[in-house]
C-alpha cells in the first residue's frame, strides 16, 4: 500500500543530487511524462510499500553482501550530509524532524569542530571586518 509520513513534517522536498539524477535519468524512457516514475509497477504506479526492500534484500543476497535497510540509507544520507557542511537546521528540513533538537540527537555527535575550534572561528568572524569587530 502507499506509504503515508508519520505527521506534517514527513511530506517534504529533497533535493537529489546531481550524480543521482544522472543515474536515474538513463533509466528514464525517451518518451516518459515530466513526472512518470523511473521505478515502479507502471510510470503512473509505485511499487508496493515492502517491493523495494525486498527486491534489494533478494539482489543483496545473491551478490553476497549484507543488506542494507532503507533506516540505514537515511542515516547514511544524514551522516554525508554533515560531513559535506550541510546547515544543521536545513538538515532536519529534509530529514522532516519535527524539530531540530532531534537531528542534534541523533546526529549531533558527527558534527565537526570542538569548543577551542569555535572560539577560533568567532575570533577571526569578529576580526574580519565585520561591523562588530571593527
Sequence with gaps: ??????????????????ALRVHLDAHRPDD??????????????????????????????????????????RHTYASLMIDAGANPKTLSTYMGHANIATTMDRYGHLLP??????ARKFDDYLSDGSEMGQ
Design 1 to 18: 500500500g502507499e506509504i503515508t509520513p508519520k505527521s506534517a513534517a514527513g511530506t517534504r522536498t529533497v533535493p537529489m543530487p546531481e
Design 32 to 73: 516518459a511524462a515530466p513526472h512518470a516514475l523511473v521505478f515502479g509497477r507502471s510510470p503512473e504506479r509505485p511499487f508496493a510499500a515492502d517491493t523495494p526492500s525486498q527486491r534489494a534484500r533478494r539482489a543483496w543476497k545473491a551478490a553476497g553482501l549484507d543488506p542494507l535497510t532503507l533506516h540505514d540509507c
Design 113 to 118: 569542530g570542538n569548543e577551542a575550534e569555535a
